[in-house]
Nanobody
Framework: QVQLVESGGGSVQAGGSLRLSCAAS????????VGWFRQAPGKEREGVAT????????WYADSVKGRFTISKDNAKNTLYLQMNSLKPEDTAMYYC?????????????????WGQGTQVTVSS
């Protein structure tokens, strides 16, 4: 049984930083594409960052490029999202997602496994 458990969300002021973690069990983060998505109230869930391996590099949404960094610790089987220079528009529920494909698109249908989400709130 696959479980993804996020942590690290919270409330920060604009310009601050947070680091999200996603601990996986029943799934190996090193094998397939994994990523972070977010959903703000009244908006569709959107891809934030995805990664297959460091060899292939990571993908970032234009809105977070240069501010967010996705990484994974294969030994801990954990995915991370370092978020710096946070803006109020980054406020959303953030979800960890895991696929069973080496293809890293941002279609949520490519990701059968999801965490429960962790809230990030950025105040101005």
């Amino acid at each position: 049984q696959v479980q993804l458990v996020e942590s690290g969300g919270g409330s920060v002021q604009a310009g601050g930083s947070l680091r999200l973690s996603c601990a996986a069990s029943g799934y190996t983060v090193n094998t397939y594409c994994v990523g972070w998505f977010r959903q703000a109230p009244g908006k569709e869930r959107e891809g934030v960052a995805t990664i297959l391996s460091y060899t292939y590099g990571a993908w970032y949404a234009d809105s977070v490029k240069g501010r967010f960094t996705i990484s994974k610790d294969n030994a801990k089987n954990t995915l991370y999202l370092q978020m710096n220079s946070l803006k109020p528009e980054d406020t959303a529920m953030y979800y960890c997602a895991a696929s069973v494909s080496r293809y890293c698109g941002t279609d949520t249908r490519n990701f059968p496994y999801w965490g429960q989400g962790t809230q990030v709130t950025v105040s101005s």
